[in-house]
């Protein structure tokens, strides 16, 4: 039980650097022109790594309490699915998605 335990972690990881790819990956690919992509492809995944760093990381400074916790990371998720999903991605959004919600309920039962 505990291997499971331990890749549902290793799930997890891969997870936020999934999110990291996707919102670079987004960036370039909205932005209309050179400048724009290139804000948006940098821009988006090093935004999404301060807010986690800053308050969603275990060991952040300000980490938020719950159920603060909670809702932005379920909104950072759910803002990463839009971004596959908003680029045509549709099956890529819907496994994403639901890699998460099944990681997180196992994460919420094994109070990972």
Known sequence: MEAIKTLNLLIRFL???CI???FGYWGFRVGSQGFLKVLLGIGAPAAFAVIWGTF???KAAWRLPQPWLLILEVTIFGLTTWALYSIGKTS??????SIYVIN???MLIWRQ
């Open 15 to 17: 997870l936020e650097i």
């Open 20 to 22: 990291l790819l996707i």
């Open 56 to 58: 969603l990381a275990p």
């Open 92 to 97: 890529l959004a819907v496994t994403f998605g």
């Open 104 to 106: 997180k309920i196992l």
